[in-house]
Nanobody, 126 residues
Framework: QVQLVESGGGLVQAGGSLRLSCAAS????????MGWFRQAPGKEREFVAA????????SYADSVKGRFTISRDNAKNLVYLQMNSLKPEDTAVYYC???????????????????WGQGTQVTVSS
């Protein structure tokens, strides 16, 4: 059973940066697509970014494109989300998740993902 554990969240001023990490257990980590989602209070969980293993192809939500970068280190079973130029509207709990589909299409809805971490809080002050 794969387990995902996020870290790296915190409080940062607008314009600042944070790097989130997601550590995955299990020997088959490298074959799966991985994604990041976020959920602000009173809002639905929304897609942030995803990455395909091997090719390194990535996908981003329009709201974070050009500011966030998703990457992975398969040797270490880690997925990262580098967040730059943070805005107050980026405040949310951030979750990493595993997409079990072998399709080359990116899943951008929560139901496409079968395993989730516990989340890490990111708060951006104005």
């Amino acid at each position: 059973q794969v387990q995902l554990v996020e870290s790296g969240g915190g409080l940062v001023q607008a314009g600042g940066s944070l790097r989130l990490s997601c550590a995955a257990s299990g020997s088959t980590f490298s074959i799966y697509k991985m994604g990041w989602f976020r959920q602000a209070p009173g809002k639905e969980r929304e897609f942030v970014a995803a990455i395909i293993s091997g090719s390194g192809y990535t996908s981003y939500a329009d709201s974070v494109k050009g500011r966030f970068t998703i990457s992975r280190d398969n040797a270490k079973n880690l997925v990262y989300l580098q967040m730059n130029s943070l805005k107050p509207e980026d405040t949310a709990v951030y979750y990493c998740a595993r997409d079990p589909s072998r399709s080359l299409l990116f899943g951008t809805t929560p139901r496409a993902y079968d395993t989730w971490g516990q989340g890490t809080q990111v708060t951006v002050s104005s």
